[in-house]
């Protein structure tokens, strides 16, 4: 597992916005890493910018990043390594985060940390993500997590109650954490533009349909910043907003065509405040 993938500095995305808030707090790890390691959860909604932000921390500290999924995970040892065969022997098989975690200055994300398979399989993280920031194991030794490793770990707003007891207990104790959410408006709408080329007043509309689906209090529906994008996509390429929406997300023409008939019916009497002045390029 992960053992094919490589410890690189992922390229840079001049399109990611983050608010100031959030641009700060990341400035000040990064700092804090350069005394210790440092733990940050990034919690939010489905297809938000969590991975991107792990992501991008990394590009923008010219850092090296690796990724594992923790959902995946069903025993302890399993990120370390596994015994395999060659010619007939066993061997151990060394796995990309014992290395990770003893690379300076890696960053880390630990992706869904709150839903292993097995809850066991959090107790190895355990050790590496306390103060000792040692572990032990049988077939490696002693490892010792270097100096200025970031773990980043990722968890989804509304699976926070999903097998979350040692999370909260042992885990959540250790990290910093930063709430994440869908951009304002006017933000999510440049992004649009400055990714796919569409002109603004099609991202707008894309924006304003998608966010009257996500308020709809009887039945939200999961629209992420993801489906926005490849909405947005779709219409570069020729789609109709309608053709997008109904390709992109699987919801019925019926149900479009309400919500664009009540955005027209809006727009005429209701002109938008500016609600992404302290959102900036990170
Ligand atoms: N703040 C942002 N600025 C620019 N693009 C963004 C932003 N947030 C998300 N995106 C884009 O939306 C897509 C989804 O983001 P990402 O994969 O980081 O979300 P996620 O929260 O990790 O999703 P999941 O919950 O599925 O793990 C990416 O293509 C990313 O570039
Ligand atoms: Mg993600």
């Known amino acids: 597992m992960n053992n094919i993938q490589k410890l690189m500095v992922p390229e840079p995305d001049p399109h990611f916005f983050l608010s ?17 390691p440092v733990n940050v959860l990034i919690a939010g909604k489905q297809g938000c910018g969590k991975s991107s932000l792990a992501r991008q921390f990394a590009a923008r500290n010219n850092r090296p990043l690796a990724t594992f999924q923790i959902g995946m ?7 370390f390594g596994e015994h395999a065969l060659k010619d007939g022997e066993t061997y151990y098989r060394k796995f990309l985060f014992p290395e990770a975690i003893q690379t300076e200055g890696c960053v880390i994300h630990l992706e869904e940390i709150n839903r292993p398979e097995h809850p066991k399989a959090l107790n190895m993280l355990f050790s590496v993500l306390s103060e000792s920031r040692h572990i032990f194991t ?5 490892i010792q997590v270097a100096d200025k490793v970031v773990f980043f770990a990722t968890l989804n707003e509304g699976d926070e109650f999903v097998g979350t007891e040692m999370l909260d207990a042992a885990l959540r104790d250790r990290f910093y954490v930063t709430l994440l959410d869908y951009l304002p408006r006017e933000v999510e709408t440049r992004v649009l533009v400055l990714k796919t080329g569409i002109d603004e007043k099609d991202a707008l509309t894309i924006v304003n349909v998608a966010n009257q689906l996500r308020d709809n209090t009887r039945e939200p529906i999961i629209v992420s910043t993801r489906h926005t994008l490849m909405i947005a996509e779709m219409v570069s390429v020729g789609a109709s907003i309608e053709k997008a929406f109904s390709i992109g997300l ?4 019926d149900m479009l065509e309400s919500v664009l008939l009540s955005l027209h019916v809006e727009s005429k009497k209701r002109i938008g405040a500016y609600h992404g002045r302290n959102y900036l390029r990170y």
């Open 138 to 142: 049988d077939e490696l030794g002693h």
């Open 73 to 79: 995970l069903s025993e302890p040892g399993q990120l």
């Open 250 to 253: 699987q919801i019925s023409l």
């Open 20 to 36: 100031e808030d959030v641009i700060e707090s990341m400035n000040r790890i990064g700092l804090l890493s350069e005394r210790h």
